[in-house]
């Protein structure tokens, strides 16, 4: 009997890092333990969690500034505490969104000429979260837009042109591990540590699907598939094996496809191309991307993109910036040690000229509507430009925010021995003082645990003899 293999454009799709020589090298990135990609890439610039000391920080770095960076570049660094998310503006390239372990989100507006210094004061600070932020995302068709997750269980939108808060989603039981925005935005996914994945009507803070993910108990990542109703996970089984499923969007009961990766340890990081309808697969912790095609409902597996240097996280070119005269169908900048990589992603074609087949109209970086149209209950698809006469980025523009500026704490430092030992006595008081509270918040569970337990017992005998516990009693008196 013959088989018939499906015949595909991207059968023979390769990996190729680029030479040493266009690396960026010499990077402090954060050792933080949160898990994170690391970095962000747009049209211009590369943004990177550093490595700083007291504080938080990030680095912007234009994307020609290859080889050797400066051991003390110059940073972002109005975070009180590590940086542990960034996020550029998905309709200015110099605007860019940072979240960090002290609660707050930033917006920055990123200059067109070098630093000369540090950069202490975002455009816009946004407080609202209790807990550390772990992840921004920019809307994908309305302006100014931001989702932000944090440890408070808690996901927030924000209105960044405004600086208000405009919708809190809750229902989370545990902390968020990742969101992704749907087509036009109308919908948000999230994976959960509570090994739930939940998919939100953002405006109504309304849960529309719910249903168990990957049930291991390590990391679980979420894309959207393009402009269909199917989602691609990433995470781990009960026996520790890397999987990735389709499930259908509008029906979370069980994944239509099921598929075990391999036995490594490092979270699988996703990546998904609307437009050739390839998922990408980076490990974190080794050096494999493994790529598939998207079809029926099912995934087609093409090849996969081997390194003997780990990655730690990962980042790809928005579509508009790639090089369609070389058949670029993607552009990872993988992050190594103290280096980013850029790993172009070719489909080889003999033919010259524009290959219209694998670059169809792509999103721009012109918005489909106003945040206020946005949070009125519209809805748009993204805006598509078509590749064929090249893509030219818009000049600068710079972000304003109308929220009122907070006034920034003045900070002292101590010029002599005795502002130091009363700097030193007041923080220790300080310090005391947060135990204290601690203690007796602990001290408060374990009463509250106690007469949980105590109700409990007196409950199930209670209902055991058919008789009414005291403070049922108490209640039925009153």
């Not at 990766?261 to 699988?268: A, N, P, Q, R, Y």
């Not at 697969?281 to 390194?307: P, Q, V």
């Not at 003999?350 to 206020?372: H, L, N, W, Y």
């Amino acid at each position: 009997m013959s088989r018939f293999i499906q015949a595909s454009k991207f059968r023979h799709v390769y990996g190729s890092t680029a030479k040493r020589d266009d690396c960026y090298d010499n990077l402090r990135i954060s050792m933080s333990a949160w898990d994170t990609n690391l970095v962000k890439v747009n049209p211009r610039f590369l943004s990177v969690n550093w490595n700083a000391g007291g504080g938080g920080a990030f680095a912007i770095i234009p994307l020609e500034a290859i080889g050797k960076m400066s051991p003390n570049p110059f940073l972002y660094c109005g975070h009180a505490a590590p940086v542990l998310d960034t996020d550029f503006a998905n309709f200015n390239d110099y605007v860019v969104a940072s979240a960090g372990e002290d609660g707050k989100v930033m917006v920055w507006n990123i200059p067109e000429e070098p630093l000369e210094d540090n950069v202490t004061t975002p455009a816009l600070t946004l407080s609202g979260h209790g807990r550390k932020v772990g992840q921004v995302l920019f809307h994908p068709t309305a302006d100014n837009v931001l989702a932000s997750s944090s440890a408070d269980l808690t996901v927030r939108l924000w209105d960044i042109e405004k600086g208000v808060e405009k919708q809190q989603l809750t229902g989370h039981m545990e902390i968020i591990q990742s969101m992704d925005w749907n087509w036009n935005g109308s919908l948000l996914v999230t994976t959960c540590k509570d090994k739930k994945i939940r998919v939100f009507d953002v405006r109504a803070n309304q849960v529309v699907q719910e249903g168990n993910g990957h049930q291991g108990i390590k990391g679980s990542r979420v894309v959207w598939l393009g402009n269909e109703d199917r989602l691609a996970t990433t995470g781990f089984s009960r026996t520790s094996d890397r999987q990735v499923c389709i499930w259908d969007a509008t029906n979370l009961s069980a994944p239509l496809k099921q598929e075990s990766i391999d036995f490594s340890s490092g979270v699988l990081m996703p990546y998904y191309d609307a437009d050739t309808r390839m998922l990408y697969l980076a490990g974190k912790g080794d050096g494999n991307i493994r790529y598939y095609e998207f079809a029926n409902d099912s995934l087609r597996y093409l090849a996969e993109y081997k390194s003997t240097d780990p990655q730690r996280g990962i980042a790809y070119m928005p579509k508009r910036s790639l090089n369609v005269s070389d058949c670029e169908v993607a552009r990872a900048y993988k992050v190594c040690r103290d280096s980013i990589e850029p790993v172009s992603f070719i489909a080889p074609r003999k033919a010259e000229g524009f290959q219209e087949d694998i670059f169809p109209p792509t999103r721009s970086d012109e918005p489909a509507m106003t945040a206020d149209e946005f949070f009125s209950g519209q809805n748009a698809d993204p805006k598509l430009i078509s590749l064929e006469s090249g893509f030219v980025a818009k000049t600068k523009k710079n972000f304003v925010s109308s929220a009122p500026q907070q006034e920034p704490e003045e900070v002292l430092n101590p010029t002599n021995e005795k502002e130091y030992q009363e700097a030193y006595h007041k923080l220790r008081q300080e310090n005391e003082n947060l135990k204290n509270q601690v203690s007796q918040r602990d001290i408060k569970i374990r009463q509250l645990e106690t007469q949980l337990s105590q109700y409990t017992s007196q409950r199930n005998s209670a209902q055991n003899s058919g008789t009414s516990t005291p403070l049922e009693a108490e209640i039925n008196g009153n």
